[in-house]
């Protein structure tokens, strides 16, 4: 049996002695935890008494330990579901916010890839710090998760916000992001992304402004929820995300090939692509010269991908997306129906700061029944977790659906 791993960050705050409660909690549940300490942590509190409890040996620093040791712990770092850290100091959030990474700690936390909750214990003045809540906002928008202090008597005497959350809720919330991290597992997704580019001639082309990086963090989001993740691509300057198999593409017929060839493979399509919607009816072979140079060239229409899925897609889940400049969410309803989608992604293509380039987004996400949901402008990365919580209700619904 696969047994699933948590490491738990401890640092110095006199609400440590509930990470014993919290190990003991993740045991029951037979989840193995391996501790590390900040070493203001290990004035409280002696390293052994984790190693105890746990029957691993707790880190604290390994850079000063042996080079052996040093492999292990990165490697840890590639098997573990959880990273919790409770009690977390104004200190570690600051550091965690800001990539410091000067301690073990910090830098296991730039090392991983799973979900990654904090659990802050500190004075009421700390919490409420600017500093603390833009830190933790800035968490928030990577994609860490937080479980909030609770109001009550602090150590300091004072009576606030900032006392560490009871170990089972803690816990309970820890439990839940290692499910939710497969909850796509046994589902393929094919993402669709960036622009297409369609040839005048060998070095000249119709493109647009798309970066891809809306399509990008959904098929990275897909993927860290268990999902085997096709991602078709048109040409962009983004990093793959690691782990989803990517299909380069460059026409809207290229796209077109990619797509419909891995159709009957998939259970989910988001189309995030700026697919051209016009391309050179005779494109040149050769470079035209100036001297050359036509009048004019016909433009003709490039294949609609989406609405070729829509009219062959059986149980499978179709998200569309509709970069508007007026009328958004009319628009976004007519292609819901015309290319027959469960849901369609809808932004304002004229609004400045968020869409084709930007690292941000503010979308409306809209139902065949005319629901919309809108969301406030955040960073790519947390719109993509919205958009797959919404894809996940859908595979419910349809689940449930085929059972009754
Ligand atoms: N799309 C597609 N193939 C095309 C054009 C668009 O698959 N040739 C997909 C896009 O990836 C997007 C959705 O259809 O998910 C809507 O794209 P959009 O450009 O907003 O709308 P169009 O259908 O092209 O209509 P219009 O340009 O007239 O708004």
Not at 141 to 152: A, T
Not at 374 to 389: H, P, V
Request: glycine content about 6%.
């Amino acid at each position: 049996m696969h047994v699933k791993k948590v490491v738990l960050g401890v640092c110095s705050s006199i609400s440590i002695y509930k990470a014993c409660e919290i190990v003991r909690l993740f045991q029951k549940n037979s989840i193995q935890v391996q501790v590390i300490m900040t070493k203001n942590a290990t004035k409280l509190i002696s390293p052994l008494l984790f190693s105890s409890l746990t029957g691993r040996k707790t880190v604290v620093d390994p850079f000063q330990g042996e080079f052996q040791e040093r492999i292990e712990h990165v490697s840890l770092a590639k098997e573990i579901s959880l990273f919790l850290v409770a009690p977390a100091t104004a200190n570690i959030i600051g550091k965690f916010a800001n990539g410091i990474a000067d301690d073990f700690m910090s830098t296991f936390y730039m090392a991983i890839e799973c979900p990654v909750l904090i659990a802050p214990a500190m004075n009421d003045a700390m919490f409420w710090h600017k500093q603390t809540q833009n830190n933790i906002q800035k968490l928030k928008d990577f994609g860490v998760n937080f479980v909030d202090p609770e109001k009550g008597y602090l150590a300091c005497g004072d009576e606030g916000w900032g006392r560490l959350a009871a170990p089972e809720k803690i816990v309970e919330q820890g439990l839940f992001l290692m499910s939710k991290s497969l909850s796509l597992k046994g589902k393929t997704v094919l993402v669709t992304a960036g622009p297409t580019r369609e040839y005048m001639d060998p070095v000249r082309f119709l493109s647009n402004l798309s970066s891809g990086k809306m399509g990008y963090a959904i098929a990275d989001e897909a993927m860290r929820r268990g999902a085997k993740v096709y991602l078709v691509s048109g040409p962009t300057h983004l990093t793959v995300p690691k782990g989803t198999e990517i299909i380069k593409v460059e026409t809207a017929e290229e796209m077109e090939k990619e797509v419909l060839k891995r159709f009957d493979l998939v259970d989910i399509v988001v189309m995030a692509a700026a697919v051209s919607d016009f391309k050179f009816s005779k494109p040149a072979s050769k470079k035209i010269k100036k001297s050359g140079a036509p009048k004019s060239m016909s433009i003709i229409q490039t294949p609609d991908v989406l609405k070729k899925l829509g009219e062959r897609k059986g149980k499978k889940i179709l998200i569309g997306f509709a970069a508007e400049t007026d009328n958004v969410v009319q628009n976004a309803l007519d292609k819901i129906k015309q290319k027959n989608l469960d849901l369609i992604i809808a932004n304002e293509a004229s609004k400045a700061g968020i869409g084709f380039e930007s690292d941000f987004n503010q979308v409306t996400i809209i139902y065949p029944d005319g629901k919309t949901v809108c969301t406030k402008k955040q960073t790519k990365d947390a719109i993509s977790r919205i958009i797959l919580d919404k894809i996940e209700e859908i595979v419910g619904q349809k689940n449930r659906k085929s059972i009754t």
